[in-house]
């Protein structure tokens, strides 16, 4: 499978506890982004990683969420403390960076329910 | 004002009609310019890109943009009721990486 990978595909949690999300990019991909659609919207960017770094944050990401990429491979999204509005797909993509137009391709998401 | 605005439809059109989907968006230093599309419960599926002013054809779709209008198009020829779906317009954010994406104007082919 060459595409982009999440896990969980469906998380449903209560109000409060903490969850935690994969992503698995596409080989040799060093740019990675998070997004959040809600029913009805578009995607809305959270974060960027460009290989290990962390070099963009959207005023969306509340300090109970949190992204690592620590190789420079996977990537994880955790949400601590997580209320209702939390509720949503979550979205990862990736780009290779190696063109002057850089084309994101979206894994299947992540569907949270907080109830 | 946000960033992009789409037309939130439904858009219906028969099949085998052409579909012309709009997209305007407000950052005049916006370099690209992509069209995804995504059907219910799906994630977004890339259509085309573009980035210079004019047409991009590809198979039955056609891009167009035209940056001192700060609009961009999407044509769907030959629709078909497989086409219906969500589309989606992004463009790259002010900092090249982030994509600001519509709402999405969702399009029904009848049969």
């Known amino acids: 499978d060459t595409g982009v990978s999440q896990n969980p595909r469906h998380k449903i949690t209560k109000r409060g506890q903490n969850v935690t999300f994969r992503c698995d990019p596409i080989?040799?991909?060093?740019?990675l982004y998070w997004y959040r659609q809600t029913l009805g919207q578009g995607p809305e960017f959270l974060t960027y990683f460009q290989n290990e770094a962390q070099l963009e944050k959207s005023r969306l990401l509340s300090d109970r969420f949190s992204a690592e990429r620590p190789k420079g491979s996977f990537s994880t999204l955790e949400i601590q403390r997580t209320e209702q509005g939390d509720s949503a797909m979550y979205l990862c993509?990736?780009?290779?960076?190696?063109?002057?137009?850089?084309?994101?391709?979206f894994g299947p998401g992540t569907r949270l329910t907080v109830l | 004002q946000k960033e992009v605005e789409q037309n939130s439809g439904p858009l219906s059109v028969p099949e085998g009609a052409i579909a012309s989907l709009n997209c305007t968006y407000s950052d005049r230093g916006s370099q690209s310019f992509f069209w995804y599309r995504q059907y219910s419960g799906k994630s977004p599926e890339l259509i085309m890109f573009?980035?210079?002013?004019g047409d991009k054809e590809d198979g039955r779709f056609t891009a167009q943009l035209n940056k001192a209008s700060q609009y961009v198009s999407l044509l769907i020829r030959d629709s078909q009721p497989s086409d219906s779906a969500t589309y989606l317009c992004?463009?790259?954010?002010?900092?090249?990486?982030?994509?600001?994406f519509g709402k999405g104007t969702s399009l029904l082919v009848t049969p």
């Open positions: 080989s040799e991909h060093n740019r």
């Open positions: 993509a990736s780009s290779s960076g190696a063109t002057s137009t850089d084309t994101q391709y």
């Open positions: 573009i980035y210079s002013n």
């Open positions: 992004a463009v790259t954010s002010n900092s090249g990486y982030a994509l600001n």
